[in-house]
């Protein structure tokens, strides 16, 4: 058995660590675990990932959960370009610093917005207009720094090239994008950088990625997206009290 | 100039970095950024550092923020030894794993902690209702429960037979919690023991002194608080009821 990875591309986490292998021709089995289903709690995948999380990699013996994590290991492993991880000191930190700042102000923050649009009204739970506000001004406060602080008038946001910081980055934005908030308009510095990112990675590998997200707003609205068990509920509950 | 280091030990980020440096012998200039005073803020720490955040490193004309960057910019800068953070690729993984793992797991949860059982009520006078400390208590109690048997299992450290970033990011994250009069490894004998091994792996000498200042907290003096931050801390209050 091959390297398999297990992801739900409604993940932004699963997405870049998607991408990356598609990108870097890395072979790998897709294993794919429905989270609307509630399937990453289920016995099944206990036994795989029992932090119940995606992405995971299985390689072999050796499960590897965290898509940081992941990324750096895939580019270990399979020698991708120097430019997503470079071997240079303090090009290689700059991905570790801004990802250390993405962990407290863009993972969670980003993906709030698919649980108010989309999982809250799903299971018939409506987040408070207040918690909605506070995470618009989050998003947009984030949003500034991260072209203020991180890109500036570089290419991307650690150097002149591409790395796993674009990547992770990407991907949490287009969260937003895909139920409805238009972050790019006014922001014509991150609408350029996005652009770059997306032709490095290639339309066709974008569009593919970024399909499930992009429907999901149209298929809760068509009803056609899969009911949640009501096993699931207390957990979805739980976490849209969670959110700040 | 050396490397300076800007740094508040009150801040568990800032501790792994100080115990780090300290154990391994790199020679740095201790820049004190009181948290308590809010120097923070300071014209002069925000061209270090404009997200206002510590640690921040300069190395000459090299800048660095984020503790996790430090820690590793430092390891391979300084040659300091491989266990620190192993070459062996799965190894490594698994302390890449649990350092992506502890932001929102183990930092921020035991962060909370400090602010409901101290200085939220220090600070406004007022206890954060019962029921939102429970569920924060709750959630810690099931992360160390993860981290006890996904990450430690049955080793003497994250990665095996040695310590690593890992372990040292962990503990002083674990111990933040402490200032408030809360112990979160009265319930595992394993996870004490780990505490205990880590200590005095780092050194007991170290490791008091890197915790002194936390272990002060109680006694500071916050009526000297600028109106604004205490304005701010009783907005975060709200945020709990």
């Given amino acids: ?244 | 100039m050396g490397m300076e280091l800007y740094l508040d030990l009150l801040s568990a980020s800032c501790r792994a970095v100080y115990i780090f440096v300290k154990k391994n012998n790199i020679p740095f200039d201790f820049q004190f950024v009181d948290l308590l005073q809010g120097h923070h803020h300071s014209k002069e720490y925000m061209e270090i550092n404009p997200l206002k955040k510590l640690p921040s490193l300069k190395d000459g004309n090299f800048i660095l923020s984020e503790s996790v960057a430090i820690l590793l910019y430092l390891c391979r800068k300084y040659s300091a030894p491989s266990h620190w953070y192993p070459p062996d690729l799965h190894m490594r993984a698994r302390v890449d794993e649990f350092m992506a793992w502890q932001h929102t797991a183990i930092q921020l949860p035991m962060s909370k902690i400090l602010w409901i059982k101290l200085l939220i009520p220090m600070i406004t006078g007022e206890e954060v209702p019962a029921g939102k400390t429970k569920e924060i208590l709750d959630e810690v109690n099931k992360n160390m429960q993860l981290f006890e048997e996904k990450f430690l299992q049955d080793k003497m450290f994250i990665t095996g037979d040695n310590i690593s970033l890992a372990d040292v990011v962990a503990l002083v994250e674990m111990m933040q919690p402490m200032a408030g009069n809360h112990n979160v490894f009265h319930n595992s004998p394993k996870l004490a023991e780990w505490r205990t091994r880590v200590e005095l792996t780092i050194g007991s000498g170290l490791f008091l002194e890197a915790h002194e200042r936390l272990k002060k907290l109680t006694e500071w003096d916050c009526s000297t608080l600028d109106p604004t931050v205490k304005e701010r801390v009783s907005k975060l209050l709200q945020k709990f009821k």
């Fill in chain 1, 1 to 244: 058995m091959g390297l398999e990875l297990y992801l739900d591309l409604l993940s932004q986490p699963s997405r870049a660590v998607y991408i990356f292998a598609k990108k870097n021709g890395i072979p790998f089995e897709l294993r794919n675990v429905e989270l609307l289903k509630g399937q990453h709690l289920s016995k099944e995948f206990f036994p795989v990932n029992s932090l119940q999380r995606v992405p995971t990699l299985k390689d072999g013996d050796f499960v590897l959960s965290e898509s940081v994590a992941i990324l750096i290991y895939l580019s270990f492993k399979y020698q991708t370009a120097d430019h997503w991880y470079p071997s240079d000191l303090q090009a290689r930190v700059r991905i570790h610093e801004y990802l250390g700042w993405h962990a407290d102000r863009i993972r969670g923050t980003f993906g709030v917005s698919l649980w108010t649009q989309v999982l809250a009204p799903l299971i018939g739970a409506q987040v408070p207009e207040e918690k909605v506000k506070r995470n618009r001004t989050n998003i947009d406060k984030a949003l500034q720094h991260l072209e203020d602080k991180f890109l500036g008038h570089k290419a991307f946001l650690t150097s002149q090239q591409v790395t796993l910081a674009d990547l992770m980055a990407l991907e949490e934005l287009m969260q937003v994008v895909a139920v409805g908030y238009p972050l790019f308009e006014g922001r014509p510095r991150l609408a350029a950088w996005r652009e770059r990112v997306e032709a490095f990675l290639g339309t066709d590998l974008c569009q593919e990625a970024h399909g499930p997200i992009f429907h999901i707003v149209e298929q809760a609205a068509n009803k056609t997206l899969p009911q949640p068990s009501p096993d699931f509920y207390p957990n979805m509950l739980l976490r849209i009290s969670m959110i700040p």
